[in-house]
């Protein structure tokens, strides 16, 4: 069991846009309820970007490496750091399959507060 985090972002901070880069990925839960997870240890990492409509074509990621050097999500409000390192390939429609000749090497890191979404 884990859950889910959902980093979406946008071009300009301040203006959330259709378009944007999402990062999503999972934590495992601690199997001892005393213990806190250990929310650096990641798994099911992916990355979309979405270059400005939600069900046109996008950008998926293979080969993807997430690194946390912080992650603290205790509570309401937490946060984040480390760097990630992905190929993206273009989709052409929602669901389609990726065309393997246009996939780009990115890389970038993440240095964000984030909160729990109810």
Do not use: K
């Amino acid at each position: 069991m884990g859950e889910t985090v959902d980093i979406d972002a946008f071009p300009e901070a301040d203006s959330p846009t259709l378009e944007r880069l999402s990062l999503t990925w999972m934590y495992p839960r601690s199997f001892a309820r005393s213990n806190p997870p250990d929310y650096t240890r990641v798994f099911g990492f992916s990355i979309t970007w979405l270059p400005g409509m939600v069900t046109g074509p996008q950008w998926v990621s293979r080969n993807e490496q997430l690194d946390l050097t912080t992650g603290d999500l205790e509570g309401d409000e937490g946060h984040v750091t480390g760097t990630f390192t992905a190929e993206l390939c273009y989709v052409e429609e929602l669901y389609g399959d990726p065309d393997e000749s246009t996939c780009q090497p990115i890389s970038g890191t993440i240095d964000t507060r984030i909160g729990r979404r109810e």
